[in-house]
């Protein structure tokens, strides 16, 4: 996917790629600019913004959020161990070439090192890859579709860590445009049967929140649940929007911008927006 390759070749393709698309900004900088030479559309795979909760949400969210107060992104992952023993056919593939993982670890050093700028330790480059770059980074990109609805944009990073020998990192930034503080963890729990993934909206009169299944159970809706007080009489709502499956409705989105050239919902720019932030919490984390 590197912007001189790109260049080269006369057989561009529409590119759909996996999040994160990359490690670095740089890297996503010359992913656009090759995109523009080609002609061709990009599309990152954030399924979330294809969520149908996801987007009720963003239909319920105030444009006024002065008040907001807070928002939590809270990930519990034990990977995929819990949620696959339906699936008789699952395989982990356990043939690749030593050599090629030996390549690959060693391209994704290179990689990693170009993003923080520096060389990692093995926990530390776990929690930056893993935690930050795998995991979190579905959220923070959930998160910023919130902000932009609200016309609120992040602030100073005000604390951010690797911890548990990099399973676990922590990140907390100021919002601008209201009261609030966001804070994400994610936290690698190898034994733990259960997966959790919440992301919740505090503002002083309402609660929003997303509770996301794990990505291995399909057609599991995403838990969407407003609660507001009258008084002392507390009531909480549960929103299930649809049972379609946001992995599905985000290739009938790519197939539409590459057939009918509708707007990409999840462009490289947005991409780099993301890895903007990570790179903000990891060197934060870093010197900590």
Same mark, same amino acid.
């Given at each position: 996917?590197?912007?001189?390759?790109?260049?080269?070749?006369?057989?561009?393709?529409?590119?759909?790629?996996?999040?994160?698309?990359?490690?670095?900004?740089?890297?996503?900088?010359?992913?656009?600019?090759?995109?523009?030479?080609?002609?061709?559309?990009?599309?990152?795979?954030?399924?979330?913004?294809?969520?149908?909760?996801?987007?009720?949400?963003?239909?319920?969210?105030?444009?006024?959020?002065?008040?907001?107060?807070?928002?939590?992104?809270?990930?519990?992952?034990?990977?995929?161990?819990?949620?696959?023993?339906?699936?008789?056919?699952?395989?982990? !593939?356990?043939?690749? !070439?030593?050599?090629?993982?030996?390549?690959?670890?060693?391209?994704?050093?290179?990689?990693?090192?170009?993003?923080?700028?520096?060389?990692?330790?093995?926990?530390?480059?776990?929690?930056?890859?893993?935690?930050?770059?795998?995991?979190?980074?579905?959220?923070?990109?959930?998160?910023?579709?919130?902000?932009?609805?609200?016309?609120?944009?992040?602030?100073?990073?005000?604390?951010?860590?690797?911890?548990? +020998?990099? +399973?676990?990192?922590?990140?907390?930034?100021?919002?601008?445009?209201?009261?609030?503080?966001?804070?994400?963890?994610?936290?690698?729990?190898?034994?733990?049967?259960?997966?959790?993934?919440?992301?919740?909206?505090?503002?002083?009169?309402?609660?929003?929140?997303?509770?996301?299944?794990?990505?291995?159970?399909?057609?599991?809706?995403?838990?969407?649940?407003?609660?507001?007080?009258?008084?002392?009489?507390?009531?909480?709502?549960?929103?299930?929007?649809?049972?379609?499956?946001a992995f599905v409705r985000e290739l009938i989105g790519f197939w539409g911008s590459v057939v009918e050239?509708?707007?990409?919902?999840?462009?490289?720019?947005?991409?780099?927006?993301?890895?903007?932030?990570?790179?903000?919490?990891?060197?934060?984390?870093?010197?900590?």
């Open positions: 996917m590197r912007a001189r390759y790109w260049r080269r070749s006369k057989w561009s393709k529409h590119v759909f790629c996996e999040k994160p698309l990359c490690f670095s900004v740089a890297e996503a900088d010359e992913i656009a600019a090759a995109r523009d030479a080609a002609g061709k559309v990009v599309q990152v795979g954030y399924m979330k913004r294809f969520d149908p909760s996801y987007e009720m949400l963003l239909s319920l969210l105030p444009r006024d959020a002065s008040d907001l107060r807070q928002i939590s992104v809270e990930v519990q992952d034990p990977d995929s161990w819990p949620f696959t023993q339906h699936q008789g056919d699952f395989v982990k !593939p356990n043939d690749v !070439p030593p050599e090629l993982i030996a390549e690959g670890n060693a391209l994704r050093e290179r990689q990693v090192q170009r993003a923080t700028g520096r060389v990692l330790t093995g926990s530390e480059m776990w929690g930056f890859t893993n935690s930050y770059c795998s995991s979190l980074i579905h959220d923070i990109n959930a998160v910023h579709g919130m902000l932009d609805v609200m016309s609120i944009e992040t602030g100073r990073i005000v604390g951010a860590a690797f911890y548990a +020998d990099g +399973d676990g990192s922590h990140g907390s930034v100021r919002l601008t445009g209201c009261k609030g503080l966001w804070q994400m963890s994610h936290l690698f729990v190898p034994k733990v049967a259960d997966y959790v993934e919440r992301i919740s909206l505090y503002f002083g009169d309402v609660v929003f929140e997303l509770t996301f299944p794990s990505p291995y159970l399909n057609h599991f809706p995403t838990r969407l649940t407003v609660a507001r007080s009258e008084g002392t009489v507390w009531r909480k709502t549960e929103i299930r929007v649809s049972y379609e499956e050239g509708k707007a990409v919902r999840n462009t490289v720019e947005a991409a780099s927006r993301d890895l903007r932030l990570v790179a903000q919490l990891a060197a934060t984390a870093l010197e900590s």
